[in-house]
């Protein structure tokens, strides 16, 4: 495989509203020709790129917007899974291509990857079926190659900024090899014990102070642990440990990420 040429196939724009919205469409026969999965939608500049519940997502030229369309990748019930391999490959594809210290990147909860403290992507999980009755899962990656949106909940970094310019082909080349990696190691849920394992190992704010925010309500303690199923344990000022399936976690005014 050449340093910017995917092994898996690419389909590309230089402008569309989303790639997530367009694989979508491709895998349920409603796009603008057939393909066969797995394949990645890469574009140059999003005009209605979107993040997790909705939000929008700054998609100006300069970053990766690609997503990646899986067929059948696992049973149903295994498939909200690939939020940690999908992360776990991000993760492995930027300190390919940067040689950047391991200290310096991480992965936050559930599907985030993180530099100095920074979110450096948006990763989003989005399903439906296809024409002949079988599930698809499509996973989008936004990544801030050149720069980085502001006037975010979260602080946020670039490739760029972090002092490692990437051209957005380079990244999208090694993130299909991580991919490809990363989905043998989950082996369509067989294998997400060691998935896990991964994750753990880089996690940011593993063992520390965090602010959950939940729809409706935050609430703090100490993530303590990822269930087998990948729920956050958090184990509140009270003692009680309570499992969260879905939120966003923040560095707790009373400690820090890692």
């Known amino acids: 495989m050449g340093a910017d040429r995917p092994a898996t196939p690419v389909v590309r724009f230089d402008e569309i509203g989303s790639t997530n ?3 979508l469409a491709r895998a349920t026969g409603a796009g603008a ?40 990748p696992a049973p149903p019930v295994r498939q909200p899974e690939l939020c940690f391999v999908a992360a776990l490959a991000l993760y492995d594809a930027v300190r390919a291509v940067t040689g950047i210290d391991p200290l310096r990147i991480g ?3 559930p599907n985030d990857v ?27 990656f936004g990544v801030n190659c050149a720069r980085s949106p502001e006037d975010t909940p979260y602080p ?31 082996d369509r849920g067989e294998g997400f014990p060691r998935t896990r394992e991964s994750w753990l190992r880089c996690a940011f704010g593993l063992g520390r102070a965090v ?9 703090e303690g100490i993530f303590e642990a990822l269930d087998f199923s990948g729920a956050l344990v958090l184990r509140r000022p009270d003692g009680v440990r309570e499992t969260i399936r879905a939120g966003d976690i923040f560095p707790s005014s009373a400690g820090q990420a890692r």
Request: glycine fraction near 12%.
């Open 21 to 23: 919205q367009e694989a």
């Open 114 to 140: 993180l530099i100095d403290g920074g979110k450096l992507a948006g990763i989003l999980l989005e399903g439906t079926m296809t024409a002949d009755g079988r599930g698809a899962t499509v996973i989008g």
């Open 33 to 72: 020709g057939s393909v066969l999965a797995p394949c990645w939608f890469v574009a140059t500049r999003q005009s209605a790129g979107r993040g997790r519940r909705g939000r929008p997502w700054d998609s100006r030229p300069g970053n990766l917007y690609a997503s990646l369309l899986l067929v059948d």
């Open 107 to 109: 992965v936050k909860w």
């Open 156 to 186: 946020t970094v670039s490739l760029a900024s972090a002092g490692f310019p990437t051209e957005p082909d380079s990244l999208l080349a090694a993130l299909d090899a991580a991919m490809l990696d990363r989905l043998a190691q989950w």
């Open 211 to 219: 602010t959950v925010r939940l729809q409706g309500r935050e609430t």
